[in-house]
């Protein structure tokens, strides 16, 4: 319901602005009642920012819901994160720059090893250099042909991971997996779930067979083990819904997939930080709206690393000058999602944002933090709000009813 | 949608959640400015979890909506109050230990006395004695038989309150209350309200000419008004949504009833505070969820005394280390609604909560009471959604979406 009041509401105009998203952001205290990671950070460009700006907190998903990183960036960007709920096996395609068309089916692979029982001993093909991979994909590319005439296409991911990608008619995605889980089983087979599947379960079953054939002289990778499959159907890009020209700045290939699915166009890959934000520079005449991913957040909170954690902090608000320099209308830090280093994962705290921008309200959170945010002015409020609010601050939002 | 979701995310482990209930919990100051029940207790280790825990503010229902103790405890349990705002006879008969059956018809009865022009004079029929309600009881249950060869049976709650459980194939609500609410008037009858309801409303009328009959020589206690009619349909208990093993323990019908309907096992009745903290203790290694529901908050409260509210709120804090000495993993203690003692009622201002756990985050309220509440991690959320952050602080949800 609110996405189509804020759709219909859409002015066009040249106002900027910048999303910097840094992943895992929100914490916990390493000690009882001490500072959060960000807490814990010297922050003073942050902070100042907090104490001109708005702050609050997010909930990506709901009240104690702990959000995959997919759905914490579909609400991000205002796309209900219930509803754009979407496959691995979609999120792996995109990210990998494959050249997707509508109504293709998707199918995260991963090479392993087969005893002559045709039990898996290694659901991982002894993690198989991306080199062999990328052999091995070329090689089934060459000798694979479906009994349908429907195309499949075999492409790399990294090491021992892979994307089959299935095109042509009625296909369908309610197939089982054939990943066993455990060593020692044999492959399941890719059942059809529904009399629907059927014809693409007589795709995918003749294709396994071709497989294994073709790769039975392979020490390790002499199998693929398939799951996540996912139809493709063009989302309501940010052009669409949001009349906005974005460019996505993204290392990591499930945001750089997430950003792609949305019509954003994802810049070439960077490495580090520093080249994010020159990427950023470089493009800031281009477009009038920026995601700018920083992965380390979650990184060093995924390994438990508080301090390596509040150092990434550190490091971003250090750039963050060359960010607001480029005079942003309306500057977004946040997180998609909390990943404290004490629990080593992703967690349902609500995740602090800060807003920047020159309407904005003052309020009581004077720097960045959580406990800050606790006082500022945005309150809590559903992450796939946010857009919202980033477009108003952008003049991009006409007046509701007279 | 929420829901569906927490369901699909469940994980069952050994871990502990205690809800300490105080009904009625939230109120007001006794002069402008002052303290609430809560501010005035002297509570010094509900103080201390505070400031170590996460704080925030429950709206039960909704903005504005004061909530009878029903919707109130349905809320806390994680089931929305309005789809679930069942009839108070549907109530009465789970918390008389009734042995119910799927699509019962539950009526609550009051015994009334009626003039010979049959118009009622007493509604209460002077509050007969508990004892003499189980006699008439009695005699009902031999004399009177349905025509449609359906089963009716009488049941005594309290004074001249009475279940009137009817059992057998189609029947339904859709009946009019026979209560005239006011004396000096006859009966009304129990008309069908829809034509679905006509068969179970030429039962109704002809078991009311029955009981008139058979209490005839009765002097106070000479007929029965019925109304809060309620068909029974079994409510998707709390193992088959979260997973959990739950034990209730509460001292008045009304919240064994709802425990009841939500297949939370009910402890043995008992009457004060410190019996139900000794249920809790010999009873926390065999289930993984507990509701502790203490009554006299509320009665206080609804009785206008401040002061004795203040009390057993004192009360509480005293007991509390008995209650967190068992080391429960999620602690929370909050209250069903608002009742404070200016009011001598209900109201709909939200409820203060607190919740224990060693994966809380910290926040800026010192101890537990309305204002510091305001300031609390938890931010003010809708009742409804306490459960999901309660399982997620006991890591029993996990991550939604890859």
Chains 1, 2 share one sequence.
Not at 376 to 397: E, F, I, Q, T, Y
Request: glycine share 10%; net charge neutral; proline share 6%.
């Amino acid at each position: 319901m609110e996405k189509e009041i804020i759709s219909q509401l859409i002015v066009k105009n040249d106002k900027k602005i910048i999303f910097l998203i840094m992943d895992g952001l929100g914490g916990l205290p390493q000690i009882p009642g001490g500072p959060t990671e960000l807490e814990a950070a010297q922050t003073p460009n942050m902070d100042r920012l907090a104490a001109a700006g708005t702050c609050g907190l997010l909930d990506p998903v709901g009240y104690g819901i702990t959000p995959g990183s997919g759905p914490a960036h579909f609400a991000l960007f205002g796309y209900d994160p219930v509803t754009f709920n979407v496959g691995r096996g979609l999120l792996g395609a995109a990210g990998l720059d494959f050249a997707m068309a509508e109504a293709d089916l998707y199918i995260r692979a991963n090479f392993a090893t087969m005893d002559k029982n045709g039990r898996i001993t290694d659901r991982r093909a002894g993690r198989i250099p991306t080199e062999k991979n990328q052999e091995l994909c070329a090689l089934l590319q060459k000798k694979v042909a479906l009994p349908s005439g429907r195309q499949a296409f075999f492409v790399t991911e990294k090491e021992h991971r892979a994307l089959v990608a299935l095109r042509g008619a009625n296909l369908c995605e309610e197939i089982a997996e054939t990943d066993p889980q455990k060593t020692g089983l044999p492959a399941l087979n890719p059942a059809a779930l529904s009399s629907r599947a059927e014809q693409t379960s007589a795709d995918i079953t003749d294709l396994i067979k071709q497989v294994n054939k073709t790769l039975a002289g392979e020490e390790k990778a002499n199998t693929l083990l398939l799951r996540g499959y996912a139809c493709y159907s063009r989302f309501p890009s940010f052009a669409e819904r949001y009349g906005l020209n974005p460019l996505a700045i993204a290392s990591y290939p499930m945001y750089r997939g997430i950003a792609h699915l949305l019509g954003m166009k994802v810049a070439t890959l960077t490495n580090t930080i520093e080249e994010e934000i020159a990427v950023l520079r470089d493009n800031f005449n281009a477009y009038n709206f920026f995601f700018v991913h920083i992965k380390y957040t979650d990184s060093r909170g995924e390994d438990g690393k508080f301090a390596e954690k509040v150092k990434v902090i550190e490091k971003v608000d250090a750039l963050l000058p060359e960010i607001y320099g480029l005079n942003p209308d309306v500057l977004i830090i946040t997180g998609d999602h909390s990943t404290p280093a004490v629990m080593a994962g992703h967690s349902w705290h609500p995740v602090p944002v800060l807003l920047a921008a020159k309407t904005c309200r003052p309020d009581l959170s004077a720097n960045f933090g959580e406990r800050a945010c606790i006082t500022g002015g945005l309150g809590r409020l559903p992450m796939k709000n946010l857009m919202a609010v980033a477009l108003a601050h952008a003049g991009k939002l006409q007046k509701f009813g007279a």
